[in-house]
């Protein structure tokens, strides 16, 4: 599945943004894949952000974003949201969107990048201060 992630841009800290992902194609069907958020940020290795089953069921998230973002998924609209608030300077960063789908979810293997097979091309967020 090839993937496109977007909705990054320029927001105060403090401030809210939504990130998207969508699958390009029509082919394919984000609903059987589980999905990861990533970031990277300049000079440092990409971080696991959230992640959510196929079905929505599951999410996990890093402990730098919990209770400040929250990952959601719509099979309707095949899009995957992640829905950041109160954003903070060190949240400036390239953020990825990620597909597996090994249906073996754990949250061990759900913040591994290596786990994933698919991802997409990333969107900048910045965060002023």
């Known amino acids: 599945v090839q993937l496109q992630a977007f909705g990054g841009g320029l927001v105060q800290a403090g401030g809210s943004l939504t990130l998207f992902c969508a699958a390009s194609g029509h082919s394919y069907a984000l609903s059987t894949y589980a999905i990861g958020w990533f970031r990277q940020a300049p000079g440092k290795e990409r971080e696991f952000v959230a992640a959510?089953?196929?079905?929505?069921?599951?999410?996990n998230y890093a402990e730098s974003v919990k209770g400040r973002f929250t990952i959601s998924r719509d099979g309707a609209k095949n899009t995957v949201y992640l829905q950041m608030n109160s954003l903070k300077p060190e949240d400036t960063a390239v953020y990825y969107c990620a597909a597996s789908g090994d249906n073996n979810w754990s949250i061990r293997s759900a913040e591994k990048t290596d786990w994933y097979a698919s991802w997409g091309q990333g969107t900048l967020v910045t965060v002023s201060s």
């Open positions: 959510i089953t196929w079905s929505g069921s599951m999410k």
